[in-house]
């Protein structure tokens, strides 16, 4: 293909000579792309090595500099600064320019940001307001940028018409582009580089300032790793370090998420923070999406708390039996909070854009940053020296002023009256110039005590700044203790967590230690609860719980004051069992819905559980006395004496039904299993009556009936305990502690008594039973009775289980003192050893 050039016959017909000049469409092509591609690099995508600032990004600074827009003066329209910026500066779209000075703006697109903006500049999940609504002023932090640059620190260059002169780069008191990170797409070529912490990087640029060799691990012992706006996870550093050392990596970054316990019966995942540049709207779309699709499962909903008091919240309700853990991992997988971070140092070096490494990236700005600051004390020893220069010259004038004065007076012009000062007094014509100048009123000022001061002060200034340029070592430390001070001002703490490898919490370990044993090999974590065997227990102090195995039991760990078990229900994970109420009432209960205890050096730890008025809803006055199996017979007792076995009839369609009609002031004490007929059922009044008899004597009834008289009862007796003892237990204890009826729970230590439960005689039903315990004097009722499979422990008034007396003495005898109260109050008896 080819370009003609032609011109057209002069007017005249005066013959002329058609030019074609054939032209290679490839080299044109390449040569006018070249063109381009170097415009945007180096005008427009890349960051400069130096001050990390794009040229749209030093333009905004330096124009709110020049406006004098500081930190200590108010906010002004964005719009306005966006025209100034346009109009002398950058001559591209008003969308470019504001875009660049918003995510200069935002906290969670830098790590320290550059200006300060009032207004709606923008979420994660949202765009800026319009700049027309929005306001801003420099930051402190910029300030440290652009500070110094009328001391010629730095070159400057004309503006896009030549009317104006800009930075070609700006000061740069701190590594700004290791510290906030860059992003830019260019020609061929992108940067990607991540933010870190200011005071880690000041440390490592500080340490290679004074060690010029130091090497990459050198400094990474200052510079482990990112430190994102947003704070999250980090996981996995071999990516971080092939970065620093070749300008290219990547790394995974994590939500920061916690398994908490919801409500009693909902467990969630609360994320409070995200990976980098992930917002929670995207984080929710997504997770809605996986979980249509089939990805995701264990979710029931996800709510976005978030606000400005407590940050970021994001709560992710699991549903009834799921692993949190497992579904934890399932997110990572499948939704944005586990993100990935590839690292590009592609920056400008000179004008040529390079990939550098983490000691590249700072040999550059220190090198800048050292041309900086010897700049600036050339400037300044320049004016010192100027000023001394007049100084000096004044000392010679005012030791005759009034001459000196006269000598101007009698001159006929300025000229004359300069050349005879130069040549009576050997000034130099600035001098002159100066004293010329000088107005009247000045002279009063110029004693020459305050100028000889002056000038010593300004010698000793001048020493100091010749004394820095003329020492390399004098100069890096003034630049050392430069980056320091910045430091010390806008340091903050780091933000992100720096993970060698995915971090297991003891829980997932736990699990992961579990599903290997089970299966002989590493596997992956189950993503539902499995079915295991477990014992769901009741305290005395109302807390219920589930164990994560059914490994025998035993009271030991941490508990609540007071507190032992009253109820132990052999079960699995996801079974269901029954609890039953002082009302009659029985509530049906999902295992897998309890909170599992966490183990204590093998024991289950009572303070673990949740308090059953969170976990069931119960009626006014109302407790729940005993957890019960679904599928046997129970016996139920009553405080008024009513004895009634109740069928496994249970309604398949309701939560909650009766299986006892109890009548006025009445109330259940105790549920025991009881459907082997030769099983013993045993009732503990406050007077110390016991009556046993067999099970077969006490029909099974329906769940609506009201039973049948168990025990005869005193006038003032009431039921303490009832329960039910398996046949042929020749470990079985009768345990009863008496006390005296007014005394205050836990002030009198009373009396205890173990008997074996063999040694008490049955009697008929509906019969007043024997003696189980003889009262001594200041004793009048049983403080605690408990009758089961031994050895029993009662709760101390310290909380501690307490082991009680062995067998002695006579059924009928007294017990023996106790040494320490135990507790009064409520069903603390324990049953121990279900195995």
């Not at 000062?421 to 130099?428: A, E, K, Q, R, V």
Request: glycine share 8%; proline share 6%; with cysteine.
């Amino acid at each position: 293909m080819a370009r003609r050039q032609s011109s057209a016959p002069p007017a005249d017909n005066t013959p002329y000579t058609e030019n074609i000049v054939d032209i290679d469409v490839t080299s044109e092509m390449e040569g006018s792309f070249l063109e381009y591609a170097y415009s945007v690099i180096y005008s427009r995508a890349l960051p400069d090595a130096r001050d990390g600032l794009k040229p749209v990004q030093r333009r905004i600074l330096y124009m709110m500099s020049d406006m004098g827009l500081r930190p200590d003066r108010g906010h002004v329209k964005s719009a306005r600064v966006v025209g100034e910026v346009m109009g002398k500066l950058h001559p591209h779209g008003d969308t470019a320019i504001y875009d660049a000075m918003v995510r200069m703006a935002q906290d969670f697109s830098l790590r320290l940001p550059l200006i300060d903006g009032h207004g709606n500049f923008g979420s994660l999940d949202d765009g800026p307001a319009a700049p027309r609504y929005t306001e801003a002023r420099l930051a402190a932090a910029a300030l440290t940028l652009t500070d110094h640059l009328d001391e010629d620190v730095v070159d400057f260059v004309p503006n896009y018409d030549n009317q104006l002169t800009q930075p070609d780069v700006l000061p740069a008191a701190f590594p700004n582009l290791l510290v906030n990170g860059a992003t830019g797409i260019a020609v061929g070529m992108a940067t990607n580089m991540a933010p870190h912490n200011l005071v880690e990087v000041i440390s490592a640029a500080r340490h290679l300032i004074a060690n010029p060799d130091a090497t990459l691990d050198d400094l990474m012992r200052f510079v482990p790793g990112p430190d994102l706006p947003s704070g999250g996870r980090i996981v996995g550093l071999d990516g971080i370090r092939d970065a620093y050392a070749t300008g290219r990596g990547s790394f995974k970054t994590r939500a920061k998420v916690e398994v908490e316990q919801l409500s009693a019966r909902r467990t969630g995942l609360v994320v409070t923070e995200l990976p980098y540049m992930v917002g929670p709207e995207k984080v929710i779309e997504k997770i809605k999406d996986a979980v249509n699709a089939k990805k995701l499962t264990g979710i029931s909903d996800i709510v976005d708390l978030t606000d400005r008091k407590h940050g970021l919240r994001l709560v992710i309700e699991l549903k009834n039996g799921f692993n949190p853990n497992a579904v934890l991992q399932q997110l990572y997988r499948y939704s944005p909070m586990e993100d990935s971070f590839g690292i590009n140092n592609v920056t400008l070096v000179d004008g040529q854009p390079q990939t550098l490494g983490l000691v590249q990236l700072l040999t550059v700005y220190v090198n800048h940053r050292i041309d900086v600051v010897r700049r600036r004390t050339v400037f300044r020893l320049g004016k010192k020296k100027d000023r001394l220069h007049l100084v000096e010259g004044l000392l010679i004038a005012i030791v005759d002023i009034d001459e000196v004065i006269q000598i101007i007076r009698s001159s006929d012009e300025a000229a004359a009256a300069r050349a005879r000062l130069m040549s009576i007094y050997d000034l130099t014509e600035i001098q002159a110039n100066y004293i010329l100048e000088l107005r009247l009123r000045q002279l009063t000022k110029y004693s020459r005590i305050e100028l000889e001061k002056e000038q010593d002060e300004l010698r000793r200034e001048i020493a100091e700044l010749e004394a820095i340029l003329g020492s390399e070592e004098r100069l890096r430390t003034l630049v050392s203790d430069e980056l320091g001070a910045i430091a010390e001002e806008h340091g903050t703490p780091r933000r992100t967590v720096l993970l060698e490898s995915e971090a297991v919490s003891p829980t997932i370990a736990a699990d992961l230690a579990l599903a290997a044993g089970k299966k002989g090999k590493a596997v992956p974590l189950a993503l539902e609860i499995a079915d295991d065997p477990c014992w769901a227990i009741l305290t005395a102090s109302g807390q219920i719980a589930r164990t994560s195995n059914q490994e025998p039991l035993a009271e030991a760990g941490p508990r609540t004051k007071h507190d032992v078990f009253t109820s132990v229900v052999k079960t699995s994970a996801r079974g269901e069992i029954a609890a039953v109420t002082s009302q009659g009432r029985m509530l049906r209960l999902q295992v897998m819905d309890m909170p599992v205890l966490p183990p204590m050096s093998g024991l289950p730890n009572l303070a673990g559980g949740v308090p059953a008025k969170e976990f069931l809803t119960l009626l006014k006055g109302e407790t729940l006395v005993a957890f019960a199996p679904l599928d046997e017979v129970l016996a139920v007792g009553t405080a008024q004496g009513v004895v009634k076995r109740v069928q496994p009839d249970y309604p398949l369609n309701r939560e909650d039904w009766e299986i006892i009609s109890l009548k006025d002031k009445d109330f259940v004490v105790g549920v025991a299993p009881a459907g082997a007929d030769d099983a013993e059922l045993v009732f503990l009044t406050s007077q110390a009556q016991l009556l046993k008899f067999a099970a077969a004597s006490v029909r099974p009834q329906g769940r609506t009936a009201g039973g049948m008289v168990g025990i005869k009862l005193a006038a003032g007796d009431r039921v303490l305990f009832f329960g039910a003892v398996q046949p042929k237990d020749e470990a079985a204890v009768v345990v009863t502690i008496a006390g005296t009826t007014g005394a205050l729970p836990g002030t009198a230590p009373g009396t205890a008594k173990v008997t074996a439960f063999s040694e008490y005689p049955a009697k008929g039903r509906a019969t007043a039973g024997v003696r189980a315990h003889r009262f001594l004097k200041g004793e009048d009722t049983l403080l605690l009775a408990w009758a089961g499979h031994g050895p029993a422990k009662a709760s101390s008034a310290a909380g501690v289980a307490r082991s009680l007396p062995q067998e002695h003495g006579r059924r009928d005898g007294s017990g023996v003192p106790l040494s320490q109260p135990v507790d009064a109050v409520g069903p603390a008896m324990a049953w121990q050893d279900p195995a």
